[in-house]
């Protein structure tokens, strides 16, 4: 008897490790919105396993306005704003390739906010509440995901100046230049763009420039476009410009016009 009651204990602790380690890989208590991890203040980092954690419909719906590729494995935060300084939400340091999606409010209510894979950046409204999802965008089901909460960089500033002498070309194109200036934002985000008309004869001759990406590390830039007429040819004489510039961080973009009269010199002379 005694000898089967030692080999039955053996047989039980042999087990013991097995089970402890199944155990462990459990679906994360944030898996769903109605258990979202509450933030509380910045900055903040959460190491978490999402290996078990799973995507469901509100997942779905609020990629339908998104476009990640997947939203597997997501997890659940909120992170309520207190000040309207706004917030960075960073996945970049996970160990899979990672997404966020952020809501004002009940994510159910659809108010969609920001999306974008590794981090995006927020700011609102003080006092606003935010749900903040983690996710995998690839095929991926989770692994050691790190949250970072974080504070916004200052906010994009920009300066647009138009000079006021072009070039009107035989082609029947004109080039205008100008300056800019732009900090705390991406370049590739950041723009000048605008429009040129010019009154030849009963024609009002109409025309569009882009110009992209831009150079925002505070210095003072040039720039210069060649507008195409959508409807006639440029030639030398006055002519009105309205251009626009955007410079675009995180979070949001920092917007400067200028306008005003452009002489076109003739046939580039």
Not at 62 to 79: E, I, R
Not at 121 to 134: D, I, K, N, P
Request: with cysteine; net charge negative; proline share 4%.
């Amino acid at each position: 008897m005694k000898l089967r009651s030692a080999a039955a204990l053996a047989a039980t602790l042999l087990f013991v490790p097995f089970t402890a380690t199944s155990a462990s890989a459990a679906v994360p208590a944030n898996d769903t919105f109605a258990g979202a991890t509450v933030v509380g203040s910045l900055p903040t980092t959460i190491e978490q396993d999402t290996t078990e954690a799973t995507t469901d419909a509100l997942d779905a719906s609020l990629n339908g306005m998104c476009g990640a590729p997947a939203t597997n494995a997501s997890v659940w935060f909120t992170y309520t704003d207190i000040t309207g300084d706004g917030f960075l939400a960073d996945v970049s340091a996970s160990d899979y390739t990672a997404g966020v999606i952020v809501t004002a409010g009940d994510p159910n209510e659809g108010n969609l906010v920001a999306c974008g894979p590794g981090q995006v950046g927020v700011r609102g409204e003080a006092g606003t509440t935010y749900s903040v999802m983690a996710f995998s965008d690839s095929a991926a089901q989770g692994g050691n995901l790190s949250m970072t909460f974080g504070e916004l960089p200052p906010a994009p500033t920009a300066a647009l100046t138009v000079d006021p002498r072009g070039v009107a070309y035989k082609d029947g194109t004109a080039r205008i230049t100008g300056t800019y200036n732009c900090t705390n934002a991406d370049g590739f985000n950041s723009d000048v763009s605008g429009t040129l008309t010019q009154t030849v004869g009963r024609v009002k001759i109409n025309g569009f420039f882009f110009v992209n990406p831009l150079e925002c590390d505070g210095s003072t830039h040039t720039w210069e476009a060649f507008v195409f007429s959508e409807n006639g040819l440029f030639s030398g004489g006055k002519a009105a410009n309205f251009s626009v510039a955007f410079a675009c961080g995180l979070a949001e973009c920092a917007v400067v016009e200028a306008s005003g009269k452009v002489q076109l010199s003739r046939n580039g002379k």
